[in-house]
């Protein structure tokens, strides 16, 4: 049996890293986990093929090697999955679908054969059962959650690891905490559910032994959702296996709460890592309690990434406007908040409700929700809530914020909060030849052409008077910055474009 497994482009947004990944070389941030793992659930005499298309062409003789095609999504990527899907009908091949957007909108992909929902070390078994008796239902889904200590490590071997900037791997699925707005612990629960610290061992070895020796991001929904299990097995393992290399920094996701726990910040940095994202969400307790974020309230979130940062890892940050709490003047607390905390890299959304989540199904019994659905990008500026706040006061105060925090003279501003906090990182990837490349890339196109070349000297020469160990860290926000920019610019000439086409319609 021949199986293609098939990644939809992403589009060009925060999250791409497109403009930054261009200094590197790299053609995406990160390889499809989700395929990769599938890949290993499959019998081991099959073939087996990956084609990501953010890195490479699907083309057509790959469809017709395959006898199946296995495509995985976010609802991010809805447009690329559409015409790949609808490819594969024209080429006749069948199609197996799962992840995270056909779990919540199965419904509007009619041309795909077979559905195989939620986690794959359930539904998987079942389809290639029936498969094999020749009786394969089109959809597969379970309401339970599986123990990941039997999934096998992801078969890496089938992506090409030169063209990625960072590897994946996962420890943990599920969170204990009960965001509202959260579409993770619909899909994952809320008991976290561990892996080995031996999987994860082997899982490094694996990568270590395909050459790989860049930043490798845990992609858990919650790192520290099992506190002991890391104190005592994961942590103290990673520490062992980081000896006598060359240097893996690793990256992961927790909650606000990792600030009070001084020794499990201080393993983590032992382990190597040196970044984590936090769902800090908004400075407004009113909004914080409306959407259950029981675990930001009643802090000093200002504090706690200041310790978080001082401890030795890089805060990145998600924020939210659109509560129905929030009034016009949230659009400045959250500028504040960014600026004087020192997060460089701040993602910071409309609120979007998104199917199979507690705030959909409020919304949804109160009449709340655009007919349009979300469009699974929730730094695009747009929302499908009927907002309590008028909408235009919401786009406007939206793209206020996006334009000062990543306007060169408050960004650079920030990126310089950070570094005077920052604890500079013990494990660092040995510096490469790309690395070089992108410091002279960055001269010409941020030094040179850019319009931010004023800051960027201006960062480059204070880092080296004042933190001259976190150089390499300080090129690499400057390099961040000119991605982020050019998103928000590329948002708003889209915005532009789009009120032009609806006043035309308008006139006609
Ligand atoms: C890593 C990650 C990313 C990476 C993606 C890299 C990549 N190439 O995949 C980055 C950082 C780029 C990213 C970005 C975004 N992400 Co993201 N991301 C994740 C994260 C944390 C882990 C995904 C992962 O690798 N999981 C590990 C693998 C093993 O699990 P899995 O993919 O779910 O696969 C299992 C099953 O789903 C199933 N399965 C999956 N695919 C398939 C396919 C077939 C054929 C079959 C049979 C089974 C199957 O089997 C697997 C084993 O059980 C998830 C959260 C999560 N826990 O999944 C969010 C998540 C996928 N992201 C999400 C979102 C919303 C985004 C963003 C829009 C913004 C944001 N707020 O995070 C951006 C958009 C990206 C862009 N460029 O525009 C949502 C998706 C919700 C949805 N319905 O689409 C999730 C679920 C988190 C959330 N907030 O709810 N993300
Ligand atoms: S802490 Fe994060 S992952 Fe956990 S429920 Fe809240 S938003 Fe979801």
């Known amino acids: 049996m021949n199986i293609l497994l098939v990644y939809p482009k992403f589009p060009d947004t925060f999250w791409s890293f497109k403009h ?11 390889p499809p986990l989700g395929l990769l793992t599938v890949a290993a659930l499959l019998p081991s005499e099959w073939n087996k093929r ?17 006898d199946y095609v296995f495509v995985s999504a976010m609802t991010v990527q809805r447009d690329s999955a559409h015409q790949i899907i609808s490819r594969c009908k024209q080429a006749g091949v069948k199609t197996v ?12 992909f009619e041309e795909v054969d077979h559905f195989v929902l939620n986690e794959a070390e359930i539904t998987l078994p079942l389809f290639l059962a029936d498969l094999e008796r020749g009786q394969a239902r089109r959809i597969y889904e379970t309401s339970e959650f599986p123990e990941i200590q039997k999934t096998p490590a992801p078969m890496w071997e089938l992506a090409d690891l030169k063209r990625y900037a960072t590897m994946s791997i996962q420890f943990s699925r599920g969170c204990p905490f009960d965001c509202e707005f959260c579409n993770v612990t619909a899909l994952f629960g809320h008991k976290p559910r561990v892996k080995t610290a031996g999987q994860i061992v082997a899982e490094l070895d694996g990568l270590y032994a395909l050459g790989w020796r860049d930043k490798v991001f845990f992609v858990d929904d919650n790192f520290i959702g099992n506190k002991r299990a890391l104190k005592t097995e994961l942590l103290p393992a990673l520490i062992e296996w980081q000896k006598g290399k060359d240097g893996i920094p690793l990256h992961t996701e927790v909650s606000i709460n990792l600030a009070d726990d001084e020794e499990l910040m201080q393993l983590m940095v032992d382990a190597g890592f040196d970044t984590v994202f936090i769902g800090i969400e908004t400075p407004n307790e009113d909004s914080l309690a409306e959407c259950s974020k029981i675990q930001n309230k009643n802090r000093n979130l200002l504090k706690d990434v200041k310790r978080i940062q001082r401890a030795g890892l890089e805060v990145q940050g998600g924020f939210i406007v659109g509560f129905d709490s929030d009034t016009p003047s949230i659009f400045q607390r959250q500028i504040d908040f960014i600026q004087q905390s020192g997060i460089v890299t701040a993602m910071v959304g409309l609120l979007q409700a998104i199917p199979g989540t507690r705030l959909y199904e409020r919304l949804k019994r109160e009449g709340r929700l655009r007919e349009e659905g979300p ?5 695009d500026g747009t929302t499908n809530i009927i907002s309590r706040m008028n909408l235009d006061t919401l786009h406007d105060g939206y793209k206020r914020i996006m334009e000062q925090i990543y306007s060169p003279k408050q960004y650079y501003e920030r990126v310089r909060t950070f570094l005077r906090e920052y604890k500079p990182p013990k494990i660092k ?24 070349r004023f800051y960027y000297w201006r960062l480059l020469l204070w880092t080296l008077f004042h933190r001259p160990k976190l150089f390499s860290e300080a090129v690499t926000c400057a390099i961040y910055g000119y991605h982020f920019r050019k998103v928000c610019e590329l948002r708003i000439v889209d915005e532009r474009t789009v009120l032009a086409k609806r006043t035309r319609r308008r006139k006609r």
């Open 50 to 66: 990956l084609v990501d298309v953010n890195v490479t062409k699907l083309r057509d003789r790959d469809l017709a090697w395959a």
């Open 429 to 452: 990837s040995p510096l490469d030849f790309q690395h070089v490349l992108a410091f002279f890339r960055s001269i010409v196109y941020l030094g040179i052409l850019g319009k931010e």
């Open 97 to 108: 679908a799962g992840g995270p957007i056909f779990v919540s909108e199965y419904e509007q």
């Open 20 to 30: 930054a990944l261009k200094f590197i070389r790299k053609k995406a941030s990160l």
């Open 375 to 379: 469009t699974g990008d929730n730094v």
